[in-house]
């Protein structure tokens, strides 16, 4: 009976990468990092502005509704309420 042994050290190297020691590669790496970090910077603030002034063209662009369509449907009650207070009301017997 033969017992295989997983090398883990193999698998744990693929997801905890190691910084090149190369200091030029090191160099070019963070500057892509900067780089990829202003484009998505960038990128989220146009899109951004872009649904802001899309949102205002939407209001300032749809056509207007009259108060009329706005009134209150035949089957709602309009009321006003009081509150009453325990000592108003009459003792239980």
């Not at 200091?23 to 872009?50: D, E, K, Q």
Request: no cysteine; proline share 6%; aromatic share 6%.
């Amino acid at each position: 009976m033969h017992i295989r042994y997983i090398q883990f050290a193999k698998l744990r190297n693929l997801f905890e990468p190691r910084k090149p020691r190369n200091p030029l590669v090191r160099l070019a790496l963070g500057l892509l990092g900067l780089v990829i970090l202003a484009v998505l910077i960038v990128g989220g603030l146009f899109i951004g502005a872009a649904m802001i002034l899309g949102g205002v063209a939407w209001k300032l662009l749809a056509p207007r509704k009259s108060r009329a369509s706005h009134a209150t449907p035949s089957n709602v009650v309009d009321a006003e309420y009081r509150v009453v207070r325990k000592a108003v009301l009459p003792h239980a017997r």
